[in-house]
């Protein structure tokens, strides 16, 4: 089982950065693939980014490509999210999610675990 535990959200302005951390317990973290996911007020939870087990191959939402960065640090247990360029339609509470096999995933169903989310939120 892994826990999951998100930081680093806060409110930005519009153009700006926030990385977003995720902390991982237990033994087995380099044995998941992970995802972000974000939702806004009023609407379904959404893909953001995937990254596969080793950390080598990544997938990303087409509305965060070229402006978010996906990575995972096995030896740390940690994921990251790096944002750039943030857009007030960036506003959200973003989760990072665990999922107990070796390949990325852009589908909510695929994932076993979820953090409890840490809101961005981007000012115009």
């Known amino acids: 089982q892994v826990q999951l535990v998100e930081s680093g959200g806060g409110l930005v302005q519009a153009g700006g950065s926030l990385r977003l951390s995720c902390a991982a317990s237990?033994?087995?973290?380099?044995?998941?693939?992970m995802g972000w996911f974000r939702q806004a007020p009023g609407k379904e939870r959404e893909f953001v980014a995937t990254?596969?087990?080793?950390?080598?191959?990544?997938y990303y939402a087409d509305f965060v490509k070229g402006r978010f960065t996906i990575s995972k640090d096995n030896a740390k247990n940690m994921l990251y999210l790096q944002m750039n360029s943030l857009k007030p339609e960036d506003t959200a509470v973003y989760y990072c999610?665990?999922?107990?096999?070796?390949?990325?995933?852009?589908?909510?169903?695929?994932?076993?675990?979820w953090g409890q989310g840490t809101q961005v939120t981007v000012s115009s």
């Open positions: 999610a665990a999922k107990a096999d070796w390949g990325t995933s852009v589908f909510l169903r695929d994932y076993d675990y």
């Open positions: 237990g033994r087995t973290f380099r044995t998941y693939a």
């Open positions: 990254i596969n087990r080793s950390g080598g191959n990544t």
